[in-house]
């Protein structure tokens, strides 16, 4: 199995702190699938730094994964979904093509994502197709 391509992104999180102030929901409407958007909105309101920092890893996942991706398809944002660790279950990246034929051209995606203070960590590996 070969590599398809490597992805990794740097997103510093008063950046979207700051764009989340201006934006409020329509940038979380924009950037997530529709399961993210409903663990989003699930977030209480009082945690502002919680609901920044969702945004900021899915963020920093979902440019790592078009660079990986880039030329052989160009995801949109909310055809990627993240699942975050879970009750012991490996974090995960899955790609939801409107284009049925794309799904073939991407193979297993494995996802690493790292935060530290003001900052996020993303790295994304995707392999050759079966």
Known sequence: MGVLGVGVDVVHIPRIAA?????????????????????????????????????????????????AMYPTVRPTWKELAYRGLNEGVKPALA???TAVANKSRIGPIHVSV?????????????ETPL
């Open 19 to 67: 764009l989340l102030q201006r934006r409020g929901a329509r940038l979380a409407s924009r950037i997530l699938s529709p399961k993210e958007f409903s663990e989003w909105e699930s977030l209480p309101l009082s945690d502002f730094s919680r609901q920044v920092r969702f945004l900021a890893v899915r963020w920093g996942i979902k440019e790592a994964a078009y660079k």
């Open 95 to 97: 790609y939801h093509p």
């Open 114 to 126: 790292s935060h530290d203070g003001e900052y996020v960590f993303a790295s994304v590996t995707i």
